[in-house]
């Protein structure tokens, strides 16, 4: 299987249980998760070799998260240690009607509050097949942007691919920073990821008449967002996740994957959602496992989607699934039968 | 804000964890619950000086009954102590084809054995701007009944406006005696509320063609309930939740506010139920806070209809949740998006 | 009430918490199942005297098995005490697009390897009004295939009526092997019952045009499956369950029971499922329970798939509901109103 | 083994998990207890055809207490079901210098509301070996303390001997009360059973010189309080338990039996405690088992100290402990060594 | 009662459930926890009117800690909303010779952002009876100091008594840097609380000859430590908790009492521990309640102390006890019998 | 850090939660423990490369066990997978005067079934600095001794230090069969390891004068025990552990170190236990360390100690614990003051 890097924040996730809102919890479930951390960790499940890169505080709660990591396969001994706390996100989960909510506390973080100097990309980099990367790396300061920019120039001169996903946050910074910045970095990028907003959000390009907040996609809008994004940053493919929010508790997905010449668009998947968190992730995760095991772009794509689809079945932010669950899914048994 | 008083009985609620039998159970969630309550606490959600009016042994169990109160910002401080007992409801939650299953132990409650001399009504209503209460009250005994007759009398003559939930309770009460008591009180009230089948229950006055076994209603015949109870009670509106009851998991949720000229009918929501106890109550908190803060009786009627939406997808009898979180839903918002 | 006697294997089950993955529990839950102690189960919570007969461990583990059953009342003074270990299934609980996935550890369990000698049929069976077995039993080996043979000789000796769940284990026996020793045992039957496979996996008659992994079932081709089974092996009445696999979450559920004479069709309901597994079990007590009470077919049926429907509402193997609250939904309430 | 009848209440039993005090809860764990049950349960762990009298309420609260008697092995048959309500005590575990606190909530109950006319006890003590009660069954009422008079001259005419635990509860009745009371049905009763008050709260007879507050117990005293009983009362035999309570969380435990010609003085443990409720009844069911086995009475007297303190070991009021596991601590091993 | 004002910080604090390390945690119990937020909780508790002043975050973390004091009678009323996190301590409760373990995680807390503008003392103190604080509040920064000055400069304008407890924290400053900023705030503090080592970290004031490592305090040498606080810093009175650490799970817990004139010595509690935390918080409100209801110093140290021995058994930072409790055991009765 | 190879069963581990008794049980907590894992383990935990091989049946529990070695940092790459079935045992935590009890499940395991072929010790030793087994390994089986066997002849060969527990267990052999195999193993072992009975069981070995099952351990007559060993097979050092077993709840634990030429004894502690089991695996890692990392016998038997007492307070199997935390109780304080 193949080896894979990807780099950036992983936070301490606090969640009530079950369905309790913030004001009835007692306790917290305690689960860790950051958009590359769950991508690294959706490849190792998947068989590859897989690393995630990322600062943490040398304290038992760092401790920790490195080894919830471990755990699951993740290589995680490029992790550097340092910084004074583990940024957190407290998450409440939604249903029907309500919607999920998350509180943010992850200022200051080790990974925040690290610098250029910490990491040895071309140690880092070594034998590395693909390097992965979202726009919340960028997002966290100037510091980890320019660590980022280093890691893509040196993955770059490797001949190492790099994907993408956009993944924007308000609350991390502007639409007119986020679009300076990552502007910056998508020369250095071959596949990009974005959901059916982050292209609008961040670079300003819109799916015509798609009302997003009504679960109403149109595929045909979003084709020419990824024609636009591929024309002006010469990616060579750019697959965009389309989420049709009915409630909290079903959604649709479905996904494209555009290149210079052609555009599939994926099944539709109606997920009875379990927890829609880290969606896009295994989504990415699912695209570079198609792409580097030689499949073609449709067939990486479906293995994406249905990846991603079950993501939402699973608790936490982790994809725990395997490439044959995941084929089973693609290859059409939606069926639920119980696999004795 | 406003001051609002509430009066009746709470009860603590034992609930078998998720969706566990009684015979499963090897504990229970301990939660607490009554109209009235669940009314002053939603309306202190919102913001209001919300006060609840009871009689609650003075023992622990009282205590940490008093404490969840307090907890939710609900005024405990007119809260009269004494008695041997607090009313318990045994609460199972059902699923899809299984009803959910309520084992009353509620006789010889503190509030069910308290007198006329517990409460000084002149006191209590100092300030007010409203009062609530529901036809459970009455229901617990002659006593409680000449309890809460002394209540609006007095709200009466002091111009405090009154609301009246009928919440017919046929464990507590035949329809004759229920029909001959709330006639006694009902023209002290200006808004009534009621669900599809207490008017029925209570004062024989049903909606045409409607059953509501099979979970569809008639909005039509519902207006003309509501005519009948204004002409008969002099009523300024009545308000009348409609439940459709598809399962035990999925309903139905609308409702009609009608004054002597007109009649709302408000939007409708197909809710994914996570706790259906308290759907009522929050419907009329919301109908409450939407008179006091202005809003016309349309704008209320919405309010209140996704207040109540909500709070079934909220664990317990309370409805934990914002003004502004109501406002959202109200507004159209139903995605159940990710709030960050 | 009447007195059954059912025959064959109980096993531990460990269960992760809720929607867990296996990789993700710290904890199972422990429950117990087995195809006919679940019959006797729901017996017994139907009113009736029923005994559970099988081997189990002389150590805790086994008395815990037996605690477990004796609690909803099943009788269990007939179990033999012996072997060395109780089996085993993990079972992890699928939601939407993800399978369920159960993981056995089975073998050698006390009741796979006991003897002929360990049982004294003409004892266990006196007074007996039916005996009811599953395929899983003589798919544990040929001796306890021997067993079940002396079981229903005794049976057909004593003129007591025998059903037959036929129950296909793949990871037991194949279908040859089936096909063979459950041949043998046929003649003794007089109520077969299946599921929407088993007649194709062991006796390899197929209901044509009918493709079980897209959820469309043809009544019409079922039909055709059991008369050639009661033209094959004579029985009394065959009914075959139909499950309609959307998703993990969500099944159709019916069944049709046929004698040589007619065929009734029953109605069909949607679940959301809560714990799926002993639908088939449920279904066969129900069954049971209408011809012992006097039922004619055709309510019979609609009993055993309201019972069937509401199992799949309760967490575990068991049918912890009463016969009344199965009347209730079979005589068409399925509102899932609030029961108080 | 022996056929034993006890009679009496039981009631649901509502603890906060862990150290947890009652404002701290969320949950109860539920648990069910009361003196005869538990006398009853030990029994049938120990190998005995116990049977436990009461009277239930015909609901689902009423059926889980019956199926967690039955689980255990206790002879639930002879039940009767009525009344409204089980009796409740809620009960919150002490650590240390923090005492263990309960709040009764036991009026009312079906057993409390029960009429003679409820109980055939031809009919329920046929075939029996033992009669065993407590004073907190007459202390419910004057209808129980009738019920309770009844069964004892039915045991007495068929020659059935009878042990009663004094058990005081100040709740309940005054001490003037219970003297009289406990006076009219001590002549029925062969074996006395009390712990280091008992006798002194209903009869007045106190040890000399002992201040039980401060854990210091003279065996002198309590052989001359044996020794009154006797001879005020005719006993065959009267057994005192002498817990020594340096705290919540570690006590000293022994006990005397005495005769009306020898006193035996048992080995004293000092226990660290789990749970010290039903510390007394399994001390009484020991007591039983060993004159019912035909142990002397010294050994009588060990065996139910030492299953007595391990019962302090085991979580909620039943002695879940078989024979064998009571002789290796009386025989001596107290090293807690594991058991493999 | 007493009005009472309490300011400081208060955190989340996530533990571990039961006795795991934080490795071993997936889920952690959600508390809350403060040196003056605990105090103010205890003197609820014992029935004053005590308000607790802080900032916290306007989120529904901050919601959630606020509700969690006003549940137990806290006046939440003048906290202060603002400020962008909660602070967290993560605590792993420790056992026999393991130590319990603390993880910080406050810095940039909303109090620890906060500003003199933020907190208008003149109308916080209006009414009140007492203000306390301790020495971690300065410790959090120098705004946070120039606070506490402005605090403590207006009691003493407005005449109210003022208590500090030391509670050095060598986390969040320096000896020398503690030594300077406490001095210039002691000439406005009346009653000065420290534990066993605090006046040496802060003052360098050390008592003779005691290894506090091993157990072993020298009474006589904490009497000298009073004396030079009362000499150098003029309070009216000075106490000292003296903790004797055998292991993790079982502390000594006594304290003295000085004035210049006399020095009160506590009797001695060996605590089997529940829960340390808070203790000497515990101590610093039951001097404050025992001084506001009259009780002489010697009454009023026995109760401090009993109150804090009883804290120790009680889960989280909080002393939800009864002064009814308290006094019970102040008065001798440590035995630990159950309270019925 | 050294590279330290284990090898040996792991099973999974199934425990009541708390002080549960397995009848009283709904769930089980999931853990995983096996002599070779825990000492492999605790290496990890320390800072060294250990790796843990073993053979693990190909399926989800087997990943689960794997993962959780895994997450502690043990390496797992050169465990085998294969087989049908993970081995397991129930265990119960006894307390105070009532034992532990285990009840094995693991015939017919994945590493019981292993053939010789499955394990290339030439590959799994090179570049290991030690290998360590237990006596429970070829008690599994003669095929797993013949395993056994060529690993440490492979070690010998390569010039590794081999270490070996000989952790007698009787249900797996008699003490002849143990006798005879296990000294045809000890020619190969440098370091010896036993409790203070398995030298008499196994090899007859016995001190003099020692009655364990009273918790009085002769020092004296365990190192003649230890002499005889070394005489007899010419063990570099010998090391007992001498548990003294006051209660399940508290031990008195400590060991000596015996060479040809010293023997050393160790502190004892008195530990208040939260889970003993593993005790003796965590001395064998710290011994194993302690040699490793050149601290004399002294030094290496107290950190041993100290490991040890620390893993009776950490719940599981594992000794989840830093070389730090061990060196601070090894160095004296065991006060168990709060770590900040």
């Known amino acids: 299987m193949a080896r894979i890097i990807t780099f950036g924040e992983i936070m301490l996730r606090l969640s009530p249980p079950g369905y309790l809102r913030f004001e009835q919890a007692r ?22 070799d897989a690393a995630f890169v990322t600062r943490l505080p040398a304290n038992a709660i760092g401790d920790s998260c490195r080894n919830e990591l471990r755990q699951y396969g993740v290589d995680t001994s490029l992790i550097v240690r340092g ?13 029907s009607v309500r919607p999920s909510k998350v509180v ?14 910490d990491f040895d990309w071309d140690h880092i980099l070594r034998d590395a097949d693909w390097f992965h990367f979202t726009g919340i790396t960028p997002a966290l300061g100037d510091n980890v942007a320019a660590i980022a920019l280093d890691a893509i120039r040196t993955a ?17 910074w502007s639409p007119e920073k986020a679009g300076t910045v990552m502007a910056g970095l998508m020369p250095y990028v071959d596949v990009l990821i974005a959901n059916e907003e982050d292209a609008d959000k961040v670079f300003g390009i819109r799916a015509a008449e798609t009302d997003i907040s009504h679960g109403n996609l149109s595929t045909e809008g979003y084709r020419k967002v990824a024609a636009t994004l591929i024309e002006r940053f010469g990616f060579r493919s750019v697959a965009i996740t389309l989420r049709e929010s009915y409630s909290a508790s079903e959604n649709g997905w479905s996904a494209i994957l555009c290149t210079a010449r052609t555009c599939h668009v994926s ?20 695209l570079i496992h198609g792409t580097l095991t030689g499949m073609g772009d449709a067939q990486a794509l479906e293995f994406a989607v249905a990846a991603s689809a079950l993501k939402q079945t699973i608790e936490g932010d982790f994809n725990i699934i395997s490439a044959d669950e995941v084929s089973r899914l693609a290859a059409g048994d939606a069926s639920g039968r119980v696999q004795r």
């Not at 910084?83 to 249903?95: D, N, P, Q, T």
């Not at 770059?156 to 991390?172: M, Q």
């Open 27 to 48: 306790s917290f479930d305690a689960l860790y998760g950051g958009g590359e951390a769950n991508v690294a960790l959706s490849l190792a499940q998947f068989g590859h």
């Open 156 to 172: 770059r001169d490797k001949g190492i691919p790099v994907s993408c996903d956009l993944n924007y946050r308000k609350n991390l």
């Open 104 to 117: 943010y506390d992850r200022a200051g973080s080790a990974i925040a509050t690290a610098s250029r100097e």
């Open 267 to 286: 099944r539709r998947y109606v997920v009875h959602i379990v927890d829609r968190v880290g969606g896009g992730d295994s989504f990415g995760a699912g």
């Open 83 to 95: 910084g004074s706390r583990l940024g957190i996100y407290y998450c409440e989960k939604g249903a």
